[in-house]
């Protein structure tokens, strides 16, 4: 075995499952990934480390999203009514497949070890990866 086979963890590929996994079931998924975080952070690898902090900050902010949108529901007209399913039709069906390609990409990219930066999330982690 080379030592890049040897030193690849699977952190990376279960932080990106686990962002995909938020985006159908919110909370649950979201909470598995901080534990992921917590307990995988220091000894992962660089490029792991780039996935794990990408798929948080992805995945705080579509749960953010989704916690607005109730809210909002929750304070206005309540969930009976057109507002609601306008703003979580709006949500599940424009929101969460742009969020769901992200997601696919990471993924297929965290399998193979290799880098990945998204879109918009991507450039605000500082940290470089070495390839």
């Keep these: 075995m080379t030592t890049e086979q040897e030193t690849h963890d699977h952190t990376a590929a279960l932080a990106e499952a686990f962002f995909i996994g938020n985006l159908l079931f919110v909370g649950v998924f979201y909470l598995a990934l901080w534990i992921l975080y917590f307990f995988r952070y220091e000894k992962a690898s660089a490029i792991s480390r780039h996935h794990l902090k990408q798929t948080l900050i992805c995945s705080s902010f579509s749960t953010g ?67």
């Design 65 to 131: 999203i989704f916690i607005s949108i109730n809210i909002f529901i929750m304070l206005t007209s309540g969930y009976a009514s057109v507002t609601a399913l306008f703003s979580l039709e709006f949500y599940f069906m424009l929101l969460v497949p742009l969020f769901l390609v992200a997601g696919i990409l990471g993924f297929s990219k965290a399998i193979k070890n290799l880098d990945f930066s998204c879109p918009l999330i991507g450039r605000f982690i500082k940290e470089p990866v070495p390839q």
